[in-house]
């Protein structure tokens, strides 16, 4: 069973930078997408970011691209996702997940196998 665990949400202003964590066990990741999303109240849960495990490829989305930026250290068996510029339209639960399919990134929530319990960003004006 591959358990997700995320820290590193809080309160910032909105300019400001906050880096998320999502520490994964379970089972080594080698054909898994790590995929991070959020959903704000009354709101759908949204596709943010995700990284192939192998290889490192990342995809974004377009109201995020150029100030998120998502990675994942091998070793420690941990994703992150670096937020930069952050507005008050950020402020959410953001969610890590994993899919365990190997069949390429996805952007819907439904497709992705394990989640973690979620870390909220709230961003001030």
């Known amino acids: 069973q591959v358990q997700l665990v995320e820290s590193g949400g809080g309160l910032v202003q909105a300019g400001g930078s906050l880096r998320l964590s999502c520490v994964v066990s379970?089972?080594?990741?080698?054909?898994?997408?790590m995929g991070w999303f959020r959903q704000a109240p009354r709101k759908e849960r949204a596709f943010v970011a995700a990284?192939?495990?192998?290889?490192?490829?990342?995809y974004y989305a377009d109201d995020v691209k150029g100030r998120f930026t998502i990675s994942r250290d091998n070793a420690k068996n941990t994703v992150y996702l670096q937020m930069n510029s952050l507005k008050p339209e950020d402020t959410a639960g953001y969610y890590c997940?994993?899919?365990?399919?190997?069949?390429?990134?996805?952007?819907?929530?439904?497709?992705?196998?394990?989640w973690g319990q979620g870390t909220q960003v709230t961003v001030s004006s």
């Open positions: 379970g089972r080594t990741l080698d054909n898994y997408v």
């Open positions: 990284i192939r495990w192998s290889g490192g490829s990342t």
């Open positions: 997940a994993a899919d365990r399919s190997g069949a390429g990134v996805k952007t819907s929530p439904r497709l992705y196998d394990y």
